[in-house]
T-cell receptor, first 113, second 114 residues
Framework: NAGVTQTPKFQVLKTGQSMTLQCAQDMNHEYMSWYRQDPGMGLRLIHYSVGAGITDQGEVPNGYNVSRSTTEDFPLRLLSAAPSQTSVYFC????????????FGPGTRLLVL | GNSVTQMEGPVTLSEEAFLTINCTYTATGYPSLFWYVQYPGEGLQLLLKATKADDKGSNKGFEATYRKETTSFHLEKGSVQVSDSAVYFCALSDQNTGGFKTIFGAGTRLFVKA
C-alpha cells in the first residue's frame, strides 16, 4: 500500500494564481480531510469528507474548495492564492468512527508571493 | 466548541529524563483522545490513543490516561531518548452534525540532548 500520497511536495505561487493540491489514498478509507499547519497554530481543519459526494467545512475553509468524486481522491483547490495561504498542507484519511486513527500524507509546502 | 490545549514548548530534556506534556480538552460529547507525533520533514503519525474514560493508551514507552473528571490526557515517558525529539500533538475526535471532526492542539516541540 502506498498509504496517503500528496503532490506536489513544494510549490511557489504568485498572488492571484490558482492551483490544486492532490491527495490520494489506497486504503479504502471513507473519511478524508485537509489541514494546514502554521507555526504556533498546530493543525487547523480546512475541509473534510465522509464519503464520495459528501464534503463539509472545517475551521478555516475560506479561500479553499474541495470535491470528492471517488473514494480515493480528495483534491484541494485554491481559487485565488493569497500570501496568508502560505503554509504546509496535510491530507489525512481514516475509516469512519471517533476511535479511528488518521493516516497522514507527507505534506505540501506552499509559498505564496 | 471543542478545543484542545497543550503546554507550549519547546521542552528541552537530557537523555533518560522524565517527560510530561500536558493536554486538556473541552468537548460536548464523549470524544476519543489521541497523541500524534511528527518527526522532522514528515507527516503526523499516531503515537497512542484512548477511546473512553479511564482508558490508558501506551506505545514505545509513552503513556497517557483519559481523565474525564479533569478533562485531561497528559503524555508521559519515564526515560526519553534522543530519538524522541519531535513535535507532539494532542487531538480529540468528537461527533458533529456532519459525522465527526478531529481537532488538534498547537503541538509541543521536544528536544532531547545526549
Amino acid at each position: 500500500n502506498a498509504g496517503v500520497t500528496q503532490t506536489p511536495k513544494f510549490q511557489v505561487l504568485k498572488t492571484g494564481q490558482s492551483m490544486t493540491l492532490q491527495c490520494a489514498q489506497d486504503m479504502n478509507h471513507e473519511y478524508m480531510s485537509w489541514y494546514r499547519q502554521d507555526p504556533g497554530m498546530g493543525l487547523r481543519l480546512i475541509h473534510y469528507s465522509v464519503g464520495a459526494g459528501i464534503t463539509d467545512q472545517g475551521e478555516v475553509p475560506n479561500g479553499y474548495n474541495v470535491s470528492r468524486s471517488t473514494t480515493e481522491d480528495f483534491p484541494l483547490r485554491l481559487l485565488s492564492a493569497a500570501p496568508s495561504q502560505t503554509s504546509v498542507y496535510f491530507c489525512a484519511s481514516s475509516y469512519l468512527g471517533l476511535e479511528e486513527t488518521q493516516y497522514f500524507g507527507p505534506g505540501t509546502r506552499l509559498l505564496v508571493l | 466548541g471543542n478545543s484542545v490545549t497543550q503546554m507550549e514548548g519547546p521542552v528541552t530534556l537530557s537523555e533518560e529524563a522524565f517527560l510530561t506534556i500536558n493536554c486538556t480538552y473541552t468537548a460536548t460529547g464523549y470524544p476519543s483522545l489521541f497523541w500524534y507525533v511528527q518527526y522532522p520533514g514528515e507527516g503526523l503519525q499516531l503515537l497512542l490513543k484512548a477511546t473512553k474514560a479511564d482508558d490508558k493508551g501506551s506505545n514505545k514507552g509513552f503513556e497517557a490516561t483519559y481523565r474525564k473528571e479533569t478533562t485531561s490526557f497528559h503524555l508521559e515517558k519515564g526515560s526519553v531518548q534522543v530519538s524522541d525529539s519531535a513535535v507532539y500533538f494532542c487531538a480529540l475526535s468528537d461527533q458533529n452534525t456532519g459525522g465527526f471532526k478531529t481537532i488538534f492542539g498547537a503541538g509541543t516541540r521536544l528536544f532531547v540532548k545526549a
